[in-house]
């Protein structure tokens, strides 16, 4: 039965709304070939036993989990600073519909202990399958991401490393759903920065086998967490990381007061705080004696190799806003119509479906090799810098594919803009990321295992072309002036990346599974984005229509 008073307008066919489902309430493995052919690739055997699970789970985050992010969106968190004699509380109230999700996503968490260990009895690749959850969750909200899994395996390393054996049994406690479970946060921004460690402020003062720390931090997400991880300043100056629980040892209030929640422009499903420690009984997570260092034997030093995980993470929720932004595009495009025929069928929409197919195929192959291929040092920046753009760029696409509808807030692309933009901020923006690249290639080499796992990709002519390319940029931009080495980081951080997509996907048009159409995509991303069009910028080469190869294995609906 209609919901809706049927009006006469309303019965021309032109009107006919129930053509126009989006990729809400459809089943987002099922829906997803390239998934499939990801999860045939690194699964092997286990994949039988996993396709149950991945049905299931493509069922509730293309329904209820992605209901309950509008809903969540539209009804965001909100802080009950005191309680009725005026005492502090700062207690961060979830929304019904997060409650929902939540309950609902921890039933199915594949990246919990329990789930890993079956899934390896049974002949299938947790990590992978731990992947593939994160890709289908951020396709419906990446603050419910973020609100999961902020930290957590930065906690529990940490804890299990420096904490005193009490600590890290409540940690444990804390953390027995595995790192996605909600519970941790990260507390490093302050006023006077984030990514400027010299600037920090709040300070750390011994007290027996603990610590209390005394500052202001001025962005901590899932404030609502009961871990935290805090950067502060030891008696000597240097900075250190230190471990921050909701309640003390005692069992009594601990010393963090929320001030205020922030008001976002979008991520509105993850309560993003002002927090004040005031004394808060803190325990270091690095041995004393290496506190001040930055090095691997430290805990700032483990903290940053961790927070390359992280970037992995954001660099997901990218992949996650695009793929969305991709499905809502070709599920409008088919539906509506414009000058007699649908939007599909009209070349500059072809061309432009075309290209946001080639570009998140692409970002797909960073983030899974980033994820389930060898840890390259250089591999986090590189990934984050490219994808964490294309989700922005991808929701503003679908909004113009969308038209005016698409600038409405009823209409789910708006929401997908809105949470993009925060990816390129969250774990170091663009300038950050590439100073990272120097600092890698710089200290490390990075570079050089970067660049063989490249030419061990690649099968075209042109692509091992372009990493001697690489490698002589590489070799040129090292001696420059420093300032203007740093001024060209970017560049050259983005034809590392277009490299490392290319020889990627030519590598996948090898797997046996869907190759025809694996290389097709390959060739046009390098037409795109390592051939030289010539002097007519393309507009003389041959004429090609990809569009309905492409889409054949992008999605089934």
């Not at 909004?399 to 005016?404: K, L, P, T």
């Not at 020889?503 to 090898?510: F, K, M, R, V, W």
Request: glycine share 8%; proline share 5%; aromatic share 8%.
């Amino acid at each position: 039965m209609s919901r809706y008073l049927v009006e006469e307008f309303d019965r021309s066919p032109r009107y006919a709304t129930e053509q126009y489902q989006g990729a809400a309430g459809r089943n987002w493995w099922r829906s997803d070939p390239t998934l499939h052919v990801l999860m045939r690739r690194h699964l092997g055997d286990g994949f039988g036993w996993a396709q149950p699970h991945l049905d299931r789970l493509g069922e509730l985050t293309g329904g209820l989990v992605a209901g309950c992010a509008e809903e969540t969106d539209r009804n965001p968190p909100r802080l009950e600073r005191y309680d009725k004699w005026g005492r502090d509380v700062s207690q961060v109230v979830m929304p019904p519909s997060f409650q929902t999700a939540r309950r609902a996503l921890m039933d199915n968490n594949f990246t919990s202990p329990t789930f890993a260990a079956q899934a390896r009895a049974n002949g299938a690749n947790p990590v992978a399958l731990g992947a593939a959850w994160t890709y289908l969750l951020d396709q419906a909200d990446i603050g419910m991401g973020c609100a999961l899994g902020t930290g957590g395996d930065m906690v529990v390393s940490l804890a299990d490393k420096h904490a005193p054996p009490d600590v890290r049994d409540r940690v444990r406690e804390i953390f027995a759903d595995g790192y996605y479970s909600g519970e941790a946060a990260q507390l490093f921004t302050e006023r006077t920065g984030g990514s400027d460690l010299a600037a920090l402020e709040t300070a750390a003062t011994p007290a027996g086998d603990a610590w209390l720390l005394t500052g202001f931090k001025w962005f901590a997400s899932n404030a609502n967490g009961s871990a935290f991880v805090v950067l502060a300043r030891l008696p000597d100056g240097a900075v250190a990381p230190f471990l921050v629980l909701w309640e003390r040892r005692d069992g009594s209030r601990n010393g963090v007061r929320i001030r205020r929640l922030k008001d976002k422009l979008g991520t509105r499903s993850v309560a993003s705080a002002e927090v004040e420690l005031t004394g808060a009984e803190a325990f270091l997570l690095a041995a004393p004696a290496s506190a001040p260092a930055s090095g691997s034997g430290s805990g700032l030093g483990t903290m940053m190799k961790l927070t390359n995980a992280s970037r992995l993470g954001v660099a997901m929720m990218g992949l996650g806003v695009a793929r969305r932004a991709l499905v809502e595009s070709i599920c409008y495009a088919r539906a509506r119509e414009a000058f007699g025929r649908p939007l599909i069928e009209q070349p500059l929409m072809r061309r432009k479906l075309a290209e946001l197919i080639v570009e998140v195929e692409a970002a797909q192959a960073l983030v899974f090799d980033g994820h389930l291929g060898p840890r390259l040092r250089l591999a986090p920046a590189l990934i984050k810098l490219r994808t964490a753009r294309l989700g922005v760029t991808a929701a503003s696409d679908a909004i113009e594919v969308h038209g005016g509808n698409g600038y409405i807030e009823q209409w789910p692309v708006a929401r997908l803009l809105r949470d993009a933009q925060v990816n390129p901020i969250w774990e170091g923006g663009d300038n950050i990321l590439c100073l990272d690249v120097r600092r890698a290639m710089a200290k490390e080499r990075a570079h050089l295992p970067f660049l063989d796992h490249l030419r061990g990709l690649a099968t075209s002519a042109l692509v091992r072309t372009r990493i001697d390319d690489l490698t002589k940029a590489i070799e040129t931009w090292s001696a420059l002036d420093r300032p203007v080495a740093e001024a060209r980081l970017y560049p050259l951080a983005q034809f590392m990346a277009d490299v490392y997509a290319a020889a990627l996907l030519e590598d996948q048009a090898t797997w046996g599974l869907d190759d025809d159409r694996k290389a097709l995509v390959a060739r046009l991303y390098t037409d795109t984005h390592l051939t030289d069009p010539g002097p007519l910028r393309g507009i003389d080469r041959p004429a090609e229509d990809p569009l309905d190869e492409l889409l054949a294995g992008t999605i089934t609906l």
